[in-house]
């Protein structure tokens, strides 16, 4: 492990061991500078000097947050956020700095978090708006005086309004999810400062829980990486001493080795949230990982004590999911799910154009991430293999049953893995020398085999297609015939 990687889980161990305490603090205002001054110390720690960056994007941000109208303010919030990240990145032009990896990781989250209270202003705004309206209307028409309005609003949608910079800091630099997320809406912030959930949810047995599985996976990855080291694939020796095959399944132990790392992180990352209760609301309040409740849930308080809860808003990722479940479209849904949940609502929800908000979503996501090449060509690939997948799903998976169903499962769960391996080579290899040089030396075969899967799935589809057609042509002239000799 580099000593970034040492730092990053030193302050993570701290993050976890520091929520029991913060937790107990009974005064709300104390806890939450206390909780935003760690967060700060955790960001001087990890980033030294350059913690400047992230104070003084955040600090933009939220200015234009609290002085833009709400009917642009998110657009214009989001350039911001976003561009600040390109001048971040690109610094080094300017004569600055290079910063650490984990500064990197920090800016990438305080993006979202600013962009994405400014998202939640206006669309509540929006929702203040409609709802104007429909009263109006409504004092218009004689007959739907007494109607209630169709657009409920709540308190939450109000105080989005009149939100503060001193809240939207503590909401950006609270220790919890400072380092690497977990991605949490300024809601859930509220809650867990509003709410009395934290007291009551089994959060000691929650995290213990977690920290057994971060221990195993962080064992597997400096396993694997001693034994299969990504540093390997750009020696000469792997080029020039090792075969085809032995080059073609490299891919497989070395994104296994970046898999356990990410899992590490994220789960080391969800244990600072369980540690101090942060994120836990009752069963019955229909919780979405990132979203956090979809139902109402503020009468929840009343027999607090009395309630089951789950941490499921600030899940990151369902580790056995991923690894279990058979196809390339269900590990896409369980990977990185709060940062989905982002893209989802504030992307792919309100970009204009239904036919591109697709590619635009994907785009935004591969340059969130950074821009090395190896970024677009990992991201950018994924929507190809899903549409792969999907045809071959209708034509040999969707209606198969009993041992032909298990045997075609596992051949697709085999499938997903090497592609997930395949594309992810080109995320860990980065530049495009680095890529391409890899890439030539197994031939493009991976890009190149769905190319020929694909056209054919598209010829036996269509083939399917016209047997069906005529099949039931002759299903058709069938029945004519028979009611001719009935008549």
Known sequence: MSLDDVIYVICLLGCIGAGHYVKKINDE?????????????????????????????????SLAVIHIHP????????????????????????????YPGHTNMIQMVLTLKVSGVAF??????????KREKEIAERQNNEGAKTAEPLVEITDYDVELQNIGFLEIFHYCFNYIGVLTGPYYRYRTYLDYFEMPFKDYAPHINATLEKLKYACLYCVLYLAANY???????????????????YRLMYVWPTFFTFRMRIYTGLTLSECVCTMAGFGAYPDEADVANGEGPRKQYTHLRRDAEKRTYNFTTIVNVRVRSVETCWTFREGMRHW???????????VYRLFPSKKYRTIVTLLCSAFWHGFRPGHYFCIMGAPFYVALEDVW????????????????????????FFAFSYLGISFLLASFTNIWKYYNSVYHIGYLSWCVFMILGVIMKSNKRSEQKEKDIKTANIEKEHLKKVD
Not at 120 to 129: F, G, I, N, V, Y
Not at 336 to 346: D, E, F, G, K, V
């Open 336 to 346: 990185n799910i709060c940062i989905q949940y982002w893209l989802a609502m504030n």
């Open 120 to 129: 939640e202003k206006t669309d509540a705004w929006k929702k203040l708006q």
């Open 71 to 98: 009917r642009n303010g998110h657009l214009i919030t989001f350039c911001i956020m976003f561009g600040y990240l390109i001048f971040f990145r690109l610094a080094h032009i300017f004569g600055l700095p290079n």
């Open 393 to 416: 799903h209708k034509l040999v998976r969707k209606d198969a049953i009993g041992l032909q169903r298990q045997i075609i499962d596992v051949i697709f769960w085999i499938a997903k």
């Open 227 to 245: 034994i299969w080291p990504l540093e390997y694939a750009l020696t000469d020796e792997f080029y020039q001493e090792r075969s085809f095959i």
């Open 29 to 61: 205002t104390t806890r939450k500078f206390i909780s935003t001054g760690l967060g700060l110390l955790v960001v001087f720690i990890a980033s030294g000097i350059h913690a400047l960056h992230c104070i003084i994007s955040t600090t933009i941000g």
